[in-house]
């Protein structure tokens, strides 16, 4: 990173407050940042550090109204959203990994497999018969393709990811290293007793532009496909069973479970370690706090949920007000 202020400014159609021709070599966070580096402020809880730090520059919300001066020498620039705008910058000018093209010698391809233009296959990696790798695609080292599954053009697919058989990754996706797509899901029939296996015949398709954490699983459906909407981002350690619907740019956090065949919307937000029950429906724009449970279908878009069972998060503060109030009575008697 080698520009000054005032570049980074236009680039954003950024409003400076002090000096643009300061050169700016780097980023760090608001509370290590020092001089020559870049930093932002997006969250209030922190902008106490605003007046603090001794960052050559700070992205800062336009409508950001300062209670004290920032130090000598620290130029704000004022942008609409200071997150979205340390992301763009991030992506411009983060150092990429040299990329090798071709396979490597201890990768196994299959002959009849398709390897695109410009793709690398890394050591130890297993391409199926009948799979198809994109253009620009990488596979990281030890990552499994299975029989006739398809990789995007320009996909990345991390270490020992296994894509399974029939799957369909869009173009421009990230699977962080260890994601399961297409394990089977989780269908058993009682008999007897015991539990027959139910053959889960499916695949997953997953949409352009979406990013898989580590460690996330997703099952194939058991008939048709477990669908991922384009632009879906899940963290690490979630689990998306089988013929579950995920609309597009949903984003959803850590440990996350959703049963099966259950949809939910398009630009919904799910916190951590929330439990979705199966063959419900979750509206487009849905908000769920962290370690909440859907039990019933929300009909309802663009909720803000809490509470398990979840519901609008002013009835569940309410309720969790009284049960205090009830509580503390009950410590006094």
């Not at 499916?202 to 632009?231: K, M, Q, Y």
């Not at 996350?256 to 398009?266: D, E, F, L, V």
């Amino acid at each position: 990173m080698e520009v000054n202020i005032g570049d980074v400014a236009a680039m954003l159609d950024g409003r400076l407050e002090g000096a643009s021709n300061v050169p700016l070599t780097g980023f760090a966070g608001i509370e290590e940042a020092g001089t020559g580096e870049l930093t932002f402020l997006a969250n209030p809880a922190y902008e106490g550090h605003l007046y603090t730090t001794a960052a050559s520059a700070v992205l800062v919300a336009e409508s950001l109204e300062l209670s004290a001066d920032v130090q000598p020498g620290t130029t704000l620039i004022r942008v609409a959203d200071p997150y979205a705008a340390m992301a763009k910058l991030m992506q411009a000018f983060s150092p990429t990994s040299p990329k090798e093209t071709g396979v490597a010698p201890s990768a196994v391809v299959h002959a009849d497999a398709h390897i695109g233009e410009g793709a690398s296959i890394g050591p130890l990696c297993h391409v199926d018969q009948g799979a198809s790798i994109g253009d620009n695609v990488v596979l990281e080292t030890g990552a499994i393709i299975g029989r006739n599954a398809t990789i995007g053009d320009g996909a990345r697919i991390g270490p020992r990811v296994m894509v399974g058989h029939g799957c369909v990754i869009g173009a421009e996706c990230i699977l962080q290293a260890g994601a399961i797509i297409g394990a089977d899901g989780f269908g058993f029939a009682p008999a007897d007793g015991r539990y027959e296996k139910v053959p889960q015949l499916g695949n997953v398709v997953i949409g352009d532009g979406c990013e898989i954490g580590a460690g996330t699983t997703i099952d194939r459906a058991t008939l048709g496909s477990t669908v991922l909407g384009e632009g879906v981002k899940l963290d690490n350690l979630i689990q998306v069973a089988h013929n579950v619907s995920i609309g597009k740019h949903t984003v959803i956090a850590a440990q996350t479970g959703i049963a099966g065949s259950t949809t939910i919307g398009a630009r919904c937000m799910i916190g951590g370690q929330v439990g979705i029950n199966g063959h419900i429906r979750v509206a487009d724009g849905t908000k769920v706090a962290a370690k909440s449970g859907i039990t019933a279908s929300i009909l309802q878009p663009d909720q803000v949920l809490q509470g398990n069972p979840a519901r609008p998060i002013k009835q569940h503060q309410k309720t969790q007000v009284v049960l205090r109030r009830i509580i503390r009575e009950f410590e006094n008697k």
